[in-house]
């Protein structure tokens, strides 16, 4: 990971069997309590680089915590060895770290992806420098990965090509003779071993680069044998799709005109593009437009002409309607209100004689109500003199029980007193002889 960011490591750690990663740092460095004294965009940072898995959405939250970062520093403490510090300075290589967890994330969800979209979702470099991140990431074994720029695609995975197995070759075959040469000569000296392997090594090697270099051309014509023969596809592939396309338009153009009756404003032979093809039918399908919008101008002036003389010739007939009706209403109201007249007249004199007739039981009837009331009043000061009277006795008796069980109460307490007294007394009287 140091190699991919750009940090130098002394090479004294790089010697020693401890070498430093970046896990044992990070874990460290949690352990110690560094992350208590840090920011609050620090802390968001590091979750996310190392604990989220967002492999689309990733390098868009990361980009405004790198934004406010970079804005952070400033001096610190007299004491401290390191007078001034800008936080800017570490930008770059957290954009780089961003992008290497991108690309492994991306690497673990997708087997093919697109340049255009890989580009989109990495706003620090262009794709270029993706490229060169992406390189570097392949040779130390951190991701696998390739860039097929004849297909536009990046592809994620253990891919076998012949290239990445001679990756490092020399150097383990070297390492390999020298344990195969330290097992075969145990006791010859370090010195001696070194004359002896160095001769045979080198001729070893030689042979084996120039293998290697085979190798890589027979790949290397290989690649540009498939190159050429993808782009020769492509291209035939081009041509069909135009062909098929200028069939297409020239179809529609026929269409179109043929409800015309026209014939094709194209010579014979002529080479016609799909434009040429397009705008001709576009034009065709415009003048069709302009002449059905001018049909229906004419109709549409025609109706309002046909609709204002219907009008026309209705309105005096709808005002020879109107007023037969309204004389017709005028007389139907005139009679029922001739007819009402009558009717309350004739109930008016029915109500009269009514009357008259009623007068003669008038005094009877004061009598009997004088009668009824003088009854009725009678009865209501018998009833209201029994309630009374009911009262009266309700309210005695109840008297009566208190007074009956105010003494109860009396005689239970004094009889309680009295037995507590007694019994107090022969209490004492016990205790006495008891002492006595």
Same mark, same amino acid.
């Given at each position: 990971?140091?190699?991919?960011?750009?940090?130098?490591?002394?090479?004294?750690?790089?010697?020693?069997?401890?070498?430093?990663?970046?896990?044992?740092?990070?874990?460290?460095?949690?352990?110690?309590?560094?992350?208590?004294?840090?920011?609050?965009?620090?802390?968001?940072?590091?979750?996310?680089?190392?604990?989220?898995?967002?492999?689309?959405?990733?390098?868009?939250?990361?980009?405004?915590?790198?934004?406010?970062?970079?804005?952070?520093?400033?001096?610190?403490?007299?004491?401290?060895?390191?007078?001034?510090?800008?936080?800017?300075?570490?930008?770059?290589?957290?954009?780089?770290?961003?992008?290497?967890?991108?690309?492994?994330?991306?690497?673990?969800?997708?087997?093919?992806?697109?340049?255009?979209?890989?580009?989109?979702?990495?706003?620090? %470099?262009?794709?270029?420098?993706? +490229?060169?991140?992406? %390189?570097?990431?392949?040779?130390?074994?951190?991701?696998?990965?390739?860039?097929?720029?004849?297909?536009?695609?990046?592809?994620?995975?253990?891919?076998?090509?012949?290239?990445?197995?001679?990756?490092?070759?020399?150097?383990?075959?070297?390492?390999?003779?020298?344990?195969?040469?330290?097992?075969?000569?145990?006791?010859?000296?370090?010195?001696?071993?070194?004359?002896?392997?160095?001769?045979?090594?080198?001729?070893?090697?030689?042979?084996?680069?120039?293998?290697?270099?085979?190798?890589?051309?027979?790949?290397?014509?290989?690649?540009?044998?498939?190159?050429?023969?993808?782009?020769?596809?492509?291209?035939?592939?081009?041509?069909?799709?135009?062909?098929?396309?200028?069939?297409?338009?020239?179809?529609?153009?026929?269409?179109?005109?043929?409800?015309?009756?026209?014939?094709?404003?194209?010579?014979?032979?002529?080479?016609?593009?799909?434009?040429?093809?397009?705008?001709?039918?576009?034009?065709?399908?415009?003048? +069709?437009?302009?002449?059905?919008?001018?049909?229906?101008?004419?109709?549409?002036?025609?109706?309002?002409? %046909?609709?204002?003389?219907?009008?026309?010739?209705?309105?005096?007939?709808?005002?020879?309607?109107?007023?037969?009706?309204?004389?017709?209403?005028?007389?139907?109201?005139?009679?029922?209100?001739?007819?009402?007249?009558?009717?309350?007249?004739?109930?008016?004199?029915?109500?009269?004689?009514?009357?008259?007739?009623?007068?003669?039981?008038?005094?009877?009837?004061?009598?009997?109500?004088?009668?009824?009331?003088?009854?009725?009043?009678?009865?209501?000061?018998?009833?209201?003199?029994?309630?009374?009277?009911?009262?009266?006795?309700?309210?005695?008796?109840?008297?009566?029980?208190?007074?009956?069980?105010?003494?109860?109460?009396?005689?239970?307490?004094?009889?309680?007193?009295?037995?507590?007294?007694?019994?107090?007394?022969? +209490?004492?009287?016990?205790?006495?002889?008891? %002492?006595?």
């Amino acid at each position: 990971m140091y190699n991919l960011i750009g940090f130098n490591i002394d090479a004294k750690l790089l010697e020693t069997r401890e070498v430093l990663s970046r896990p044992s740092l990070l874990a460290d460095l949690v352990s110690k309590g560094v992350m208590t004294y840090v920011t609050q965009e620090v802390k968001d940072l590091y979750y996310l680089l190392e604990n989220e898995f967002l492999p689309l959405d990733l390098t868009s939250k990361v980009q405004p915590l790198l934004a406010k970062i970079a804005k952070l520093g400033g001096k610190l403490v007299s004491a401290s060895s390191v007078p001034e510090v800008h936080l800017s300075h570490y930008v770059p290589a957290l954009e780089k770290v961003a992008t290497l967890r991108l690309l492994q994330q991306v690497s673990r969800v997708y087997r093919t992806i697109k340049v255009e979209t890989l580009s989109k979702m990495v706003p620090f %470099f262009d794709f270029s420098a993706v +490229e060169r991140i992406s %390189f570097e990431a392949v040779k130390h074994n951190f991701i696998a990965m390739k860039i097929d720029h004849t297909k536009g695609a990046v592809i994620f995975g253990e891919l076998g090509f012949e290239s990445d197995v001679l990756q490092d070759h020399l150097s383990s075959l070297a390492v390999n003779l020298n344990k195969s040469w330290s097992m075969i000569y145990p006791c010859q000296t370090k010195a001696s071993k070194l004359s002896a392997m160095l001769p045979s090594l080198g001729d070893i090697v030689d042979k084996e680069h120039k293998k290697l270099l085979a190798r890589k051309s027979i790949i290397e014509k290989r690649k540009e044998d498939q190159e050429r023969h993808l782009l020769e596809m492509h291209q035939r592939i081009r041509r069909e799709i135009e062909e098929r396309e200028q069939k297409e338009a020239q179809a529609l153009l026929n269409n179109v005109i043929k409800k015309k009756g026209k014939k094709l404003p194209i010579i014979d032979g002529e080479k016609v593009t799909k434009q040429t093809l397009m705008e001709l039918a576009t034009q065709e399908q415009v003048r +069709e437009q302009q002449e059905m919008e001018k049909k229906m101008q004419k109709l549409i002036k025609t109706m309002d002409h %046909f609709e204002r003389a219907k009008r026309e010739e209705a309105a005096p007939l709808i005002e020879a309607a109107f007023q037969s009706r309204l004389a017709e209403e005028k007389l139907l109201h005139e009679r029922e209100q001739h007819h009402e007249v009558e009717f309350s007249r004739s109930r008016h004199d029915g109500d009269v004689r009514e009357k008259n007739r009623l007068a003669r039981v008038l005094e009877h009837k004061m009598e009997f109500e004088e009668r009824v009331v003088s009854r009725r009043q009678a009865e209501y000061n018998r009833l209201r003199a029994e309630r009374e009277e009911w009262l009266s006795q309700v309210l005695k008796a109840r008297k009566e029980e208190r007074d009956i069980k105010r003494k109860m109460l009396y005689f239970l307490r004094t009889e309680e007193e009295r037995l507590t007294r007694l019994r107090e007394e022969e +209490e004492a009287r016990k205790r006495q002889g008891i %002492f006595w």
